[in-house]
């Protein structure tokens, strides 16, 4: 049977455990084609429902993180009130993001909490894949910093300033991702009800959303990848890392000598000269389509936005602008975008031995023990050498910091994982399209069934 007629499949009656998948920026279903096949493989249709959300597709991301919320959700409560006609009842939910999806995903949830979904589904599962929870604003300081991450939040319409979080969303004075984070807020709230919260992260090589944002972190213990050991998972070597004790110190004696390392560099250079030149030539065109592409696709989003704001967009406005806070109430483009976001690099806070950063460190992604949390066990905690002061703090804002420990403490388990195989590790981590080098992909998808997915 074919991928897309399994994943459309209702299923039968039985099941009442309904899975959404949701795909990333300039996405479509066809992404999640290997998630949704894997699960389908692992869960008959008697057993688990499968809806791979596919109104928020390509361009259409552009719009904003809450406007393509507002469309999932509504497709999420169609699919559930046609099943509901066919004698079928849903009482479990599970939540599957990938990339900016994972975003799209948390806001989703907030909107179907807020519409009292929760109190006739049992929030399950809750996963996202490579999902840039903190954003996408790269760690720089002084006024490099500043220009990169102003002029790249223009590029993408309202979601480009929402994952750079410079929006006021909806005059709260805070960017939407603060919102998402805020306690207070619908949407974690929604979160804290999940049996399970899980994230995948890239450790290195991820061009679009870089490790500290995927596995909500303040450091980067992966940035000198040569000067550490890292442990897997036994059954999962060597792709997802060991959550109780991820990385060692590397022996002095075990790392190359000067002259090995420098010789390494020298020839990997010269190996790589040819493509450099390719990119010189290349990179500067494939910008300019960029940017001509992103003032094109604005104009365009803007407009969709005004006929949703005005209620012509099929989708009923009132149904989804609710109280945020309880207490108040495609290639080239892509592959432009994320090489430009890459060589942007990533810088520290000095170490001055304060008592803030140690507090940063404290409250956000070294411990990372849930607070409250269903998530708590000893194995979702980082090892001692990870969990101490050894990695420098990276250059985030203060909102950034909050929202690590806000996101923290209702509690995450949080997998690292190592894809080697590729050089742009965002797309293998889901297995985005069938390719022999995403083999690496497979292992990440069915250690989260074998070991994460609760049916």
């Not at 791979?52 to 497709?75: C, F, H, M, P, W």
């Not at 060692?248 to 000269?273: D, F, G, W």
């Not at 497979?442 to 989260?448: D, I």
Request: hydrophobic share 35%; net charge neutral.
């Amino acid at each position: 049977m074919e991928v897309t007629e399994r994943i459309a499949s209702d299923g039968e009656p039985r099941a009442n455990h309904l899975c959404v998948l949701v795909h990333g920026l300039w996405g479509n279903p066809a992404h999640l084609s290997y998630v949704a096949s894997a699960l389908r493989d692992k869960h008959a249709e008697d057993k688990l429902h499968i809806l791979v959300a596919k109104t928020n597709s390509d361009t259409y991301t552009y719009d904003g993180i809450d406007l393509g919320a507002e469309r999932v959700t509504q497709e999420v409560e169609t699919y559930v009130e046609d099943l509901e006609k066919n004698g079928t009842k849903i009482k479990k939910l599970s939540m599957v993001g990938y990339s900016l999806g994972g975003l799209v995903a948390r806001y989703t949830i907030g909107l179907l909490y807020s519409s009292g979904w929760f109190d006739r589904l049992e929030p399950i599962n809750f996963t996202t894949f490579a999902t840039p929870h903190l954003g996408v604003r790269t760690p720089l300081l002084g006024i490099n910093g500043q220009v990169w991450n102003t002029l790249g939040a223009r590029t993408l319409s309202v979601s480009g300033r929402q994952l750079f979080t410079i929006d006021n969303f909806r005059n709260t004075d805070s960017p939407l991702l603060s919102v998402l984070a805020d306690p207070s807020s619908i949407f974690m709230l929604a979160l804290s009800r999940f049996k399970r919260r899980v994230l995948y992260a890239n450790v290195i090589n991820d061009r679009s959303a870089p490790y500290y944002t995927t596995s909500i972190s303040t450091t980067d213990p992966y940035a000198d990848i040569d000067a550490i050991s890292i442990n897997y998972l036994p059954d999962y070597t060597p792709t997802i890392i060991d959550p109780s004790n991820p990385i060692s110190p590397k022996p002095a004696e075990n790392q190359p000598a000067l002259i090995t390392r420098i010789a390494s560099s020298s020839q990997m250079l010269l190996t790589s000269v040819p493509t450099y030149a390719l990119l010189f030539v290349l990179i500067p065109i494939g910008s300019v389509v960029f940017l001509l592409n992103s003032g094109v696709q604005y104009v365009r989003s803007q407009k969709r936005i005004r006929l949703h704001e005005q209620g012509k967009a099929g989708i009923g406005l009132g149904s989804y602008r609710i109280p945020l806070m309880v207490e108040n109430a495609r290639s080239t483009m892509e592959g432009a975008f994320t090489n430009m976001n890459y060589r942007q690099g990533q810088e520290y806070l000095p170490d001055e031995g304060s008592g803030s950063e140690e507090s940063h460190k404290q409250a956000n992604g070294y411990a990372e023990k849930p607070l409250g949390s269903s998530n708590s066990d000893p194995k979702r905690t980082l090892s001692a050498h990870e969990s101490q002061a050894d990695f420098p703090t990276l250059a985030l804002t203060p909102q950034q910091f909050a929202m690590v420990e806000h996101l923290d403490k209702v509690g995450f388990q949080k997998y690292r994982v190592h894809i080697q195989n590729v050089r742009h590790t965002h797309a293998a981590i889901i297995v985005r399209k069938q390719k022999e080098s995403f083999t690496e992909g497979r292992t990440v998808v069915r250690h989260w069934l074998e070991e994460e997915f609760e049916i």
